[in-house]
């Protein structure tokens, strides 16, 4: 494992920090967009294609002068998923002047600071915590519970049985565990949905989990939702087959559970398993973004790997250079610091991210975008099964 991250690290610095590839004109302007994430650790390998997808985008920005007289620097530090390295990270960004910052992982730690220093964030990790109420923190899908509720939806809707589906959470016992899907429990069981008490496994990648299948199975489960990775649905899924219970429950997970790590290590056994995505998947060629994705990690020679949400990084890309590109618009590039930046998404509505997604920013909701998509592995491919649904806010009452 340490060799793994050590190359995988090595790699890393090589893509953003090595001799830039855009060939960027002395006299451009650089600005420099902060970037937290984990690259080691538990969650490295969920990060990396998105992270790549994100150098490819800052690269293609500055080759192709899409933000004129401006190079975007990418300025990422590997913090893994450790408060006291996000807070230091934080910091540096802060000094440094940087008018936004991206961060793939928990971000709920900064409502209070982002907004205090007038530092907007964008953040993929869609917690309820961090989306309401809405501070300068902003995101490009609904929220976890929010797309939950929407496979919950899907679930009723199809649901051939009798009574309510019944749906067991399964996951760690962390920020990105069943605890994370709570707030959505009322509207779930205002659609008729019975949602059975959340099972709980031993960090992201579990050695062992029939003891909590078991109890799912004698409580009639339905439905089993796995959190929140690859790594962790293919361990779950693994010891579901080997208690012969893929034929008992119907499998699904979080967006990031349903990629290529689940196919390559279960092969046949991960036929029918669904997830709620909230943009299409990295194999969809026919959508201008995926395409262009794709196109991209060629023609920068990055290493040649797909997950499944690795859109989430050339969306986010996307996003921050179209609020520099309005900012700069707005008050010129000299001038340009969060509270621009921040009143820059603010304007943004209708965004077209090339077929991937269209992104809208308002005061009251900083989701960008509310659709969710249910997706299936049928064949060894994972395929879209039903049409674009518009996911609620769910809001905490407290």
């Known amino acids: 494992?340490?060799?793994?991250?050590?190359?995988?690290?090595?790699?890393?610095?090589?893509?953003?920090?090595?001799?830039?590839?855009?060939?960027?004109?002395?006299?451009?302007?650089?600005?420099?967009?902060?970037?937290?994430?984990?690259?080691?650790?538990?969650?490295?390998?969920?990060?990396?294609?998105?992270?790549?997808?994100?150098?490819?985008?800052?690269?293609?920005?500055?080759?192709?002068?899409?933000?004129?007289?401006?190079?975007?620097?990418?300025?990422?530090?590997?913090?893994?998923?450790?408060e006291p390295r996000q807070l230091s990270t934080y910091q540096r960004f802060r000094a440094g002047g940087t008018?936004?910052?991206?961060?793939?992982?928990?971000t709920e730690i900064f409502r209070a600071k982002s907004q205090k220093d007038q530092i907007p964030f964008l953040t993929m990790s869609q917690?309820?915590?961090?989306?309401?109420?809405?501070?300068?923190i902003y995101s490009i899908c609904p929220t976890w519970a929010e797309s939950f509720?929407?496979?919950?939806?899907?679930?009723?809707?199809t649901w051939q049985g009798e009574g309510k589906p019944t749906v067991t959470v399964i996951g760690p016992d962390n920020i990105a565990g069943p605890g994370c899907l709570e707030p959505a429990r009322e509207y779930i069981e205002g659609l008729g949905v019975e949602l059975l008490p959340a099972e709980y496994v031993s960090g992201f990648v579990p050695l062992d989990t029939t003891?909590?299948?078991?109890?799912?199975?004698?409580?009639g489960t339905d439905y089993a939702y796995i959190l929140p990775l690859s790594s962790t649905a293919a361990i779950i899924?693994?010891?579901?087959?080997?208690?012969?219970?893929?034929?008992?429950?119907?499998?699904?997970?979080?967006?990031?559970t349903q990629g290529e790590v689940l196919l390559a290590q279960l092969g046949p056994a991960a036929e029918g398993y669904t997830a709620p995505r909230n943009s299409p998947f990295w194999s969809e060629t026919d959508i201008p973004g995926v395409k262009l994705m794709q196109d991209l990690r060629t023609r920068y020679g990055r290493k040649l790997i797909w997950a499944g949400d690795d859109n989430n990084g050339i969306?986010?890309?996307?996003?921050?250079?179209?609020?520099l590109r309005r900012a700069i618009a707005a008050v010129g590039v000299e001038n340009v610091d969060g509270a621009a930046m921040n009143a820059a998404l603010l304007t943004i509505s209708d965004f077209d991210c090339d077929g991937l997604k269209t992104i809208t920013y308002t005061?009251?909701?900083?989701?960008?975008?509310?659709?969710?998509?249910?997706?299936?592995?049928?064949?060894?491919?994972?395929?879209?099964?039903?049409?674009?649904?518009?996911?609620?806010?769910?809001?905490?009452?407290?």
């Open 99 to 106: 008018p936004l910052i991206m961060m793939i992982n928990d």
């Open 149 to 157: 509720a929407m496979w919950c939806k899907w679930a009723r809707d």
């Open 237 to 256: 899924m693994q010891d579901a087959q080997r208690l012969g219970l893929l034929d008992r429950m119907i499998f699904g997970g979080l967006e990031n």
């Open 363 to 398: 005061a009251e909701d900083h989701r960008g975008s509310d659709a969710v998509k249910v997706y299936q592995v049928q064949n060894g491919k994972v395929v879209p099964i039903t049409d674009w649904m518009a996911a609620p806010m769910i809001i905490p009452k407290s």
């Open 315 to 323: 969306v986010s890309g996307m996003i921050a250079a179209e609020a």
């Open 1 to 82: 494992m340490a060799i793994m991250a050590m190359a995988l690290t090595a790699m890393l610095l090589a893509a953003a920090c090595g001799p830039s590839t855009t060939g960027a004109r002395e006299e451009r302007t650089e600005v420099s967009i902060g970037l937290m994430l984990a690259m080691t650790g538990p969650v490295a390998a969920a990060t990396e294609t998105s992270f790549l997808a994100m150098s490819d985008y800052f690269d293609y920005v500055n080759d192709e002068e899409l933000v004129p007289d401006v190079r975007m620097k990418l300025w990422w530090v590997d913090t893994g998923i450790e």
């Open 127 to 136: 917690t309820v915590g961090v989306m309401y109420p809405p501070t300068w």
């Open 211 to 219: 003891t909590q299948l078991l109890r799912m199975a004698d409580r």
